[in-house]
T-cell receptor, first 118, second 114 residues
Framework: GAVVSQHPSWVICKSGTSVKIECRSL??????MFWYRQFPKQSLMLMAT?????????EQGVEKDKFLINHASLTLSTLTVTSAHPEDSSFYIC??????????????FGPGTRLLVL | AQSVTQLGSHVSVSEGALVLLRCNYS??????LFWYVQYPNQGLQLLLK??????LVKGINGFEAEFKKSETSFHLTKPSAHMSDAAEYFC????????????FGSGTRLSIRP
């Protein structure tokens, strides 16, 4: 199946700093990528939909100024957690939609990034 | 709007026994249905998906699921559990009209007893 990578796989930062997470589709071009957040022992919560060349669409309750999303190319989307605080500590997962015919727009997920804010 | 309900947050079976993870969905239009598996501290891996056509879908690692429209169900089964199947399993629903948004169930943790 298609491969999606994330970098870094984990990051520890001080409160007040900003952290950038990259999501790349390695073997297909993804016009649409998604960012999820997952708390321990819980399901994935969709944060935003990232569209190449346009502004991201945020889900209700997600602060767009807090979680900046940029989708500058067909293979890369970035999520920047600005002025991170301990409550932002979580597991962040991205996915990329494969637009190829016959895939039913299946989403392929990255391995996740664990963020710990001290 | 779509929704997914996974019955049982934790299922425990013996090695070699049948695995059955239950999933019911709600959708006003024909759904796309997925099962994903997540191992600790990892992302999600697609096990199988139903879009159209044959209602019995076979996936990786010996798993399969059957789409039953009359029951709005998409239960995941495997005839014989292996220790390596221990993980978190998520059922999910999407539709073409939802711009590929996937709605996830709450997840079921599968434990395998030796």
């Amino acid at each position: 199946g298609a491969v999606v990578s994330q970098h870094p796989s984990w990051v520890i930062c001080k409160s007040g700093t900003s952290v950038k997470i990259e999501c790349r589709s390695l073997d297909f071009q993804a016009t649409t990528m998604f960012w999820y957040r997952q708390f321990p022992k819980q399901s994935l919560m969709l944060m935003a939909t990232s569209n190449e060349g346009s502004k991201a669409t945020y889900e209700q309750g997600v602060e767009k100024d807090k979680f900046l999303i940029n989708h500058a190319s067909l293979t890369l989307s970035t999520l920047t957690v600005t002025s991170a605080h301990p409550e932002d500590s979580s597991f962040y997962i991205c996915s990329a939609r494969d637009p190829s015919p016959g895939t039913a727009e299946t989403q392929y997920f990255g391995p996740g990034t664990r963020l710990l804010v001290l | 709007a779509q929704s997914v309900t996974q019955l049982g947050s934790h299922v425990s079976v013996s090695e070699g026994a049948l695995v059955l993870l239950r999933c019911n969905y709600s959708s006003s239009v024909p759904p796309y249905l997925f099962w994903y598996v997540q191992y600790p501290n990892q992302g999600l891996q697609l096990l199988l998906k139903y879009t159209t056509g044959a209602t019995l879908v076979k996936g990786i690692n010996g798993f399969e699921a059957e789409f039953k429209k009359s029951e709005t169900s998409f239960h995941l089964t495997k005839p014989s559990a292996h220790m390596s199947d221990a993980a978190e399993y998520f059922c999910a629903v999407s539709t073409y009209s939802s711009a590929s948004k996937i709605i996830f169930g709450s997840g079921t943790r599968l434990s395998i007893r030796p």
